[in-house]
T-cell receptor, first 115, second 112 residues
Framework: DAKTTQPTSMDCAEGRAANLPCNHSTISGNEYVYWYRQIHSQGPQYIIHGLKNNETNEMASLIITEDRKSSTLILPHATLRDTAVYYCIVRVNQNSGGSNYKLTFGKGTLLTVNP | GAGVSQSPRYKVAKRGQDVALRCDPISGHVSLFWYQQALGQGPEFLTYFQNEAQLDKSGLPSDRFFAERPEGSVSTLKIQRTQQEDSAVYLC??????????FGPGTRLTVL
């Protein structure tokens, strides 16, 4: 799986949008971009994933550049409960026909939402 | 509905002791994963089961680590002769085919 690069930490004001960048310049054509987050003392939680089109769900939006070498996770209205480490992961999607396989986490970005 | 549960949540062991960590996956999930998370690091893959078959154990750090899932549901991660470097949070995750992984809260192991 391709490696990713994320800032170590970011701050965001409560109620504002949080934009978390991720670089994945060596991503392959069949690799998806996944985002998970880990709130303190909890297990990681799935947020969203995408291939090349922008995606949105009830938690967040994912913007992937046209060349797919970078992406941004957007939390539109950050709350204090969104304070967590956010992990960007690239991997072959399960739907590719391969086995449902392991996630390779980096160190992620610690997002701190301030009141 | 019930998520992935792990027990115990906290375990303190003396160096050299054997420990067993339990994972109850979401009912019906055929895939089960174990990860190890050291302080300040992201989780690292240990091993993967599909039903009762252990398909990948490439992440197990030594032969002191052993995992099983005999009936394709509950899984146990066993660490023999624990060492201080085994201190970490051990995370279990499960998933149904072609879906995202759901993680448990983890077991924090401290080896003294």
């Amino acid at each position: 799986d391709a490696k990713t690069t994320q800032p170590t930490s970011m701050d965001c004001a409560e109620g504002r949008a949080a934009n978390l960048p991720c670089n994945h310049s060596t991503i392959s054509g069949n690799e998806y971009v996944y985002w998970y987050r880990q709130i303190h003392s909890q297990g990681p939680q799935y947020i969203i994933h995408g291939l090349k089109n922008n995606e949105t769900n009830e938690m967040a939006s994912l913007i992937i550049t046209e060349d797919r070498k970078s992406s941004t996770l957007i939390l539109p209205h950050a709350t204090l409960r969104d304070t967590a480490v956010y992990y960007c992961i690239v991997r072959v999607n399960q739907n590719s026909g391969g086995s449902n396989y392991k996630l390779t986490f980096g160190k992620g970005t610690l997002l701190t939402v301030n009141p | 509905g019930a998520g992935v549960s792990q027990s115990p949540r906290y375990k303190v062991a003396k160096r050299g002791q054997d420990v067993a960590l339990r994972c109850d996956p979401i009912s019906g999930h055929v895939s089960l994963f174990w990860y190890q998370q050291a302080l300040g690091q992201g989780p690292e893959f240990l091993t993967y089961f599909q039903n009762e078959a252990q398909l990948d154990k490439s992440g197990l750090p030594s032969d002191r680590f052993f995992a099983e899932r005999p009936e394709g549901s509950v899984s146990t991660l066993k660490i023999q002769r624990t060492q201080q470097e085994d201190s970490a949070v051990y995370l279990c995750a499960s998933s149904s085919p072609y879906n995202e992984q759901f993680f448990g809260p983890g077991t924090r192991l401290t080896v003294l």
